[in-house]
């Protein structure tokens, strides 16, 4: 997978305000200073994906300082509730650092969920701590990215996507 700093055209990850509430609450979960994260499920478009709903990471799900590991059992039992128009479309985690940018493991789990899930499984979302304040979760960041196929469907390429509040 390619990481680029920059995409070549703008990649929108839609929110409605009570989902990305309830993404704070959870990665507040983070507080026991080990990585925490789950599945973003919703509707796919041509340049992004909405998220409609959040599954949960599940008891078992290996967390530890500077990795974890998801359940994708967990996201697929969830999805199949629905009609085809509902896809596991991504997931999220937490950082303990400030540094936003995947990790060569996110990476290849992300690459690895693209083909497993399918191409609706491209957004990644990123919440990092506020370590400037005494409440490091109250207000964590987000910061998303984007998996598709280079036009020449040649390789994988993740780019940063712009998180957009639904109305
Ligand atoms: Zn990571």
Known sequence: ??????????NQIVIAPHTRQRLVAEAGRSRDTR???GWLVGHAFERGVQVIDLVGQGLRTKRERSSMELVG???EEFVSQFDESIHIIGCWHTHLTEDHRPSDLDLEAWRYYFEVFGEP???ALILTPDLGS???WAVPRLHAWM????????ELICEPATVVEAV
């Open 147 to 154: 998996v598709r196929r280079s036009r020449r469907e040649t």
């Open 121 to 123: 499984c491209r957004a």
């Open 35 to 37: 990585e925490c994260g």
């Open 134 to 136: 005494g409440w490091v």
């Open 73 to 75: 059992r967990l996201a």
């Open 1 to 10: 997978m390619v990481l680029r700093d920059l995409p070549q055209l703008p």
